[in-house]
């Protein structure tokens, strides 16, 4: 019963395991599109300030746009080691959930290993017990 216990949490804790794994592997994902929308969001400043290096207030409208465009993508890209770095905390401590469950399985397998050779060896005595009834 302890094994089938402990067997449905370690299960359990490589389930939680692999979703953190995944929302890992998802964070990436929208870093890397986050890392193309502001690449394509750069070339279209780019062209912005080519275009509006001819009057003064096209240029400071330009560079208005840029800052919070800056400021935008730094809080995005904020957000995002946030997240990445709350993920792999999980998952260190799933995995350090497990490596500590499984040990807890080993010590109980050793207990039941021990408590096996004990009952065996008190049949025996019992055996021998009767059997030396017998003789007499």
């Known amino acids: 019963m302890v094994k089938n216990t402990a067997a449905i949490e370690i299960a359990e804790l ?12 998802k964070n990436m994902q929208e870093k890397e ?4 929308t502001n690449t394509a ?23 208005g746009v840029i ?10 890209e904020e957000q995002q080691k946030t ?7 999980r998952l260190t401590l799933l995995q350090r959930e ?6 807890e399985i080993g010590k109980m397998k050793n ?12 049949s025996v005595s019992d055996q021998l017990n009767q059997e030396g009834k017998r003789n007499l």
Do not use: C, P, W
């Open 14 to 25: 490589r389930d939680a395991l692999a979703y953190a794994e995944y929302l890992l592997t």
């Open 67 to 76: 800052n919070q465009m800056n400021q935008k993508f730094k809080v995005a």
């Open 98 to 103: 497990i490596s500590f469950r499984e040990n």
């Open 41 to 63: 969001h750069a070339f279209e400043m780019s062209k912005v300030e080519d275009q509006l290096k001819n009057t003064a207030d096209g240029k400071r409208k330009a560079e």
């Open 111 to 122: 207990e039941i290993s021990d408590k096996e050779g004990t009952i065996s060896k008190v």
């Open 33 to 36: 599109e986050l890392l193309k």
């Open 83 to 89: 997240m990445q770095g709350q993920v792999k905390d």
